[in-house]
Every structure is written in structure tokens, then in C-alpha cells.
């Protein structure tokens, strides 16, 4: 029942990226520089995140190796043919116990990555934060890529002040994945996460979390969902969007109309992209508060 812990946009151009999110009302952190040659904002939400990455050093880009994953090369490998989301993270409270258990359960997984960046406050200090990752890959999605993160300074990395968004946003809910042939991932899941977490939906498929849900949709599934013309692009399963719960979508709403953004609203739902919106739907629906995921 592993958690969401943040997804990963990756961008050509990150003050373009971060002046849409702002636009779209959500509150970004300050950009900070990975060890390994790319850079990073991100949307602080409760209990997960938005990573808006781009490249800002190529020639720090470590390559990928038999034992090794590399972020960064796979953030340029992705942007070499489009941007969006190219990745769904997992929490985690112990990475080396998190690859014990993947390679236990047949998965291909990696050496854990452990690295340090500076990150700024909001009263503008810079502190230093650190983060444990094991990667694991799934030869039947090549272009997603799915890693736990622990982090070693968590009273630094969360901040109140940087959780608080125009648009009301509070969590990530779901992750929503297009697949032509959605149970073709369904091995993958049962080993992450466990056979008790899979929700067999007709021929979608759904895999329970302990803060939400993965959706694997079918393109008629998908577009039934988000409208004509939105499920393109279905070679192999790729990351396709999330739903995030915001306190009030009535604000949600006029707060995005009035920035002149191009909305669909469907069923209460509020509905971005994935057409000028770097390939990626974001999803707005009002908070439950009873909802556990």
C-alpha cells in the first residue's frame, strides 16, 4: 500500500513551466540545482508534491549503467521527444528496504541513488535536504519511470508556507495512466503493491494506495473521462495526467477561467490539458473529507 509521494514533470523551460503554474494558482518553491545536472520547483501539497523538473547542466548528466538508474538521463531521454509526466513516485520511510522488497518480488530494480541539495525557506535561508530513491523499471512501460524517495530532513522540506494555493488545491488523489491493453500491467502492480491492492474495473484497471489510487484507463475508458481528441499517443502506457482534491472547486473554477485557461468541467470535475498543458491533464474535484484513499 505504498503512498504517492510526488509526480515528476519534466519541462524545456522551467520559468516558462513556472509561471504556468502560477497561473494555474498554485504557490511554487524556489528553484534549487540537483548534484546531477538537472534543476527543479515544486507545488508543496498535504502529504505529496509536484517536481516540475528541467536540464540545466548537460554535461552533469550521469549515464544509465546495469546497476545504476539515472534521473537525469531519463529526464532527457523523455524530453528528446515530448515533455510532461515522465514519472511516478512512491513514499517511503526506508529506500534500502523498499529495493529488499522489489527484488524479492521479481522486480527490476537498481542500487539506491542517496544525494544532497541545498533547498531555500521560505524567510529565504538555504538549508541542505537529502533523499534515499530506489528505481525499479517495467519493460512493458519503457517511457515511465517509478522510484520510492525518503527523505532524511523532512522538517526542512515541508513548509506550511508553501502549501497554501490560490486555487484551493490540497493532495494529489490519483494518478492517471492511458494504456491501450491496461492489464498488461497488472504483474507489475501485484508485485509493487500487492494482489490485495489491484480493483479489477471491467478491462481498466485501478490499484489502491494508502493516499489514493492509480488509474490505468483504456483509450475509450479515457475518453469518456477527459473528452474527444485527449487519449493520443498509445504506443505503450504512458503517464497521461492526476486528480487533485482542492477545498472549494467553486474557486478553483473562477480562479481558472479568470486567468483565461482553457477548462472542461464534466460530473463536478474540472478538467486542464493535456493539450498545452505539457501533455498533462490535471484534474480538480472537490475535497471528501471522509476520503482515505
Known amino acids: ?9 519534466a519541462v524545456n523551460e522551467i520559468e516558462k513551466a513556472r509561471k504556468t503554474f502560477e497561473k494555474m494558482g498554485f504557490k511554487v518553491t524556489p528553484k534549487a540545482l540537483h548534484p546531477f545536472g538537472t534543476e527543479n520547483f515544486l507545488v508543496q501539497l498535504n502529504g505529496n508534491f509536484i517536481e516540475i523538473v528541467s536540464v540545466n547542466d548537460i554535461s552533469l548528466v550521469p549515464p ?23 514519472s511516478m513516485v512512491f513514499q517511503s520511510l526506508d529506500a534500502r528496504r523498499d529495493r529488499e522488497e522489489f527484488l524479492a518480488s521479481g522486480l527490476h530494480t537498481y542500487e539506491n541513488v542517496d544525494f544532497e541539495r541545498k533547498a531555500k525557506l521560505p524567510d529565504g535561508t538555504s538549508v541542505i535536504v537529502g533523499f534515499s530513491l530506489a528505481f525499479l523499471t517495467n519493460p512493458e512501460t519503457p517511457n515511465m519511470t517509478f522510484f520510492c524517495c525518503q527523505q532524511h530532513a523532512p522538517e526542512h522540506f515541508w ?25 498488461s500491467s497488472l504483474s507489475f502492480f501485484q508485485a509493487t503493491h500487492g494482489p490485495d491492492s489491484i480493483v479489477h474495473d471491467g478491462e481498466n484497471l485501478r490499484i489502491k494506495l494508502q493516499n489514493g489510487l492509480i488509474s490505468l484507463l483504456n483509450p475509450v475508458s479515457f475518453e469518456k473521462r477527459f473528452g474527444p481528441g485527449t487519449s493520443k499517443n498509445t504506443h ?55 476520503y482515505a484513499g
Open 1 to 9: 500500500m505504498r503512498g504517492i509521494d510526488h509526480v515528476v514533470i
Open 236 to 290: 505503450t502506457p504512458k503517464f497521461a495526467g492526476f486528480q487533485i482534491s482542492v477545498s472549494n472547486v467553486i474557486e478553483t473554477n473562477v480562479l481558472l477561467r479568470n486567468a483565461g485557461l482553457e477548462i472542461r468541467e464534466f460530473n463536478k470535475r474540472i478538467q486542464l490539458g493535456p493539450h498545452n498543458n505539457f501533455d498533462t491533464i490535471i484534474e480538480f474535484v472537490e475535497r471528501d473529507i471522509g
Open 64 to 86: 544509465h549503467t546495469k546497476e545504476k538508474y539515472s534521473f537525469a538521463q531519463a529526464n532527457v531521454d523523455f524530453l528528446s521527444y515530448k515533455e510532461g509526466m515522465s
Open 159 to 183: 513548509k506550511p508556507e508553501y502549501q497554501s494555493h490560490s486555487n484551493t488545491a490540497y493532495t494529489i488523489q490519483e494518478i492517471i495512466i492511458l494504456a491501450d491493453e491496461p492489464q
